[in-house]
């Protein structure tokens, strides 16, 4: 998979999360700043603090750890299936 395919299964599955059900396409910024972080950590703690920081920065609203260690352990799924298709 090349990086620009992934980026937007990365974009995609980020829209169709809505954690505030505000609806998609309604998180431009804090998905390209999710999509930058996921492509320098590889653990999904880490990765799942990154997308609840940014996502309470933005909306002064603390979305719960566990919900963001799901979104990223299918976001890591995606980067590690692009990886290995070398």
């Known amino acids: 998979m090349q990086l620009q395919e992934m980026n937007l299964q990365l974009v995609y599955m980020l829209n169709e ?3 505030f059900g505000i609806g998609p396409g309604n998180y431009d910024t804090e998905i390209a700043d999710i999509v930058q972080a996921i492509h320098g950590l ?3 703690e ?3 603090r990154k997308i609840q920081a940014i996502y309470e920065f933005s ?6 750890l566990e ?3 799901e979104i990223a352990g299918k976001l890591l799924a995606i980067k590690d299936s692009g ?3 070398l």
Request: with cysteine.
């Open 17 to 19: 999360w809505d954690p």
């Open 42 to 44: 590889d653990d999904q």
């Open 46 to 48: 880490k990765l799942a």
């Open 59 to 64: 909306f002064e609203e603390l979305i719960p």
């Open 67 to 69: 919900t963001c260690k």
């Open 83 to 85: 990886a290995c298709a």
